[in-house]
């Protein structure tokens, strides 16, 4: 991205991935080298590339990371019962099965668990992992049929430790990993990218170098404003609804009642998940 155009050359298509070589950055441009051997100049690098982001790892930019030691199995089903285009959320101490509405009577499924079991469920035929997904959802949706291939996943949640250096950014994956629990990584991807637009529109507007310090902090501080309570959240829902030890089944048991019973409470509880 850049608002000096007259000095870059144009950037490449977007209708297919070339991996970035290498990165580099001056007082005046950052420039990256392509696989394919084109070189870019701009005023600002926006890294979007997953939380495992290379981009971010050839800035030196490191991230806090949480392996769960667990994966997500994705994939598409029909299912018998309608879903009433709400998302759901099944939660167990070993496995967790998610549902988000697709068309007609189908969903997304998401389905975390261990290693072994994730393993498991991607070796199984049609047939078994039909009456598997059923059996998880205890028969919730009726008879179920998978739609397409199954992916998986390591569940690892990542928060960078910035999210800025002078000419660039990271947004979206790359900035903070969410666990997908409460279905937040993709709002909260957007929430950045909206930061980050306007610092740049600002920015352009005073007619300032999009890719000063100064400019990308202000996106970086209110990233992490909006990112924090959402991230640090999230993991302690996981903490809680994952654990077997007794206290933690007495604490949890404690304050959903509490958050349901106090309207206060459960109106800010539910403004942190939104």
């Known amino acids: 991205m850049s608002n000096d155009f007259n ?8 209708s297919k991935s070339i991996p970035v070589l290498s990165i580099n950055i001056n007082k005046q441009y950052a420039s990256i080298v392509l696989s394919n051997g084109k070189k870019i100049k701009a005023s600002l690098v926006v890294a979007a590339d ?10 030196g930019i490191s991230a806090f990371t949480r392996n769960f030691n667990k ?6 089903m029909e299912h018998e019962k309608p879903h009433q285009s709400i998302a759901y959320e099944f939660f167990r101490y070993n496995q967790t099965q998610a549902s988000l509405p697709y068309i007609k009577n189908q969903s997304g499924i998401i389905t975390t668990a261990t290693k072994d079991l994730t393993s498991a469920l991607m070796k199984m035929d049609k047939k078994k ?4 997904m059923e059996n998880s959802f205890n028969n919730f949706f009726g008879k179920m049929k998978l739609l397409g291939k199954r992916y998986s996943y390591p569940m690892v949640t990542t928060y960078a430790k910035k999210f800025v250096s002078h000419r ?5 994956d790359a900035a903070v990993g969410m666990h997908p629990v409460t279905a937040h990584g993709f709002n909260l991807g957007l929430k950045g990218l909206e930061i980050l637009i306007d610092e740049i529109q600002t920015a352009i507007k ?17 990233l992490h404003r909006a990112a924090a309570p959402v991230y640090l959240a999230t ?14 089944k007495l604490t949890r048991q404690f304050i959903l009642r509490f958050v349901n019973i106090v309207k206060p409470v459960k109106q800010t509880f539910l403004n942190i998940l939104k």
């Open 206 to 222: 005073h007619k300032t170098d999009i890719g000063l310090t100064a400019v990308l902090k202000n996106y970086q501080s209110k």
């Open 7 to 14: 000095k870059s050359t144009h950037p490449p298509s977007t």
């Open 50 to 59: 997953s939380r495992f982001s290379k981009m971010r790892s050839k800035m």
């Open 168 to 172: 660039f950014a990271v947004i979206g």
């Open 235 to 248: 993991n302690g829902i996981i903490n809680l609804y994952t654990s077997t030890i007794l206290p933690a």
């Open 71 to 76: 994966n997500m199995i994705v994939c598409r």
């Open 129 to 132: 992992f039909n009456k598997e």
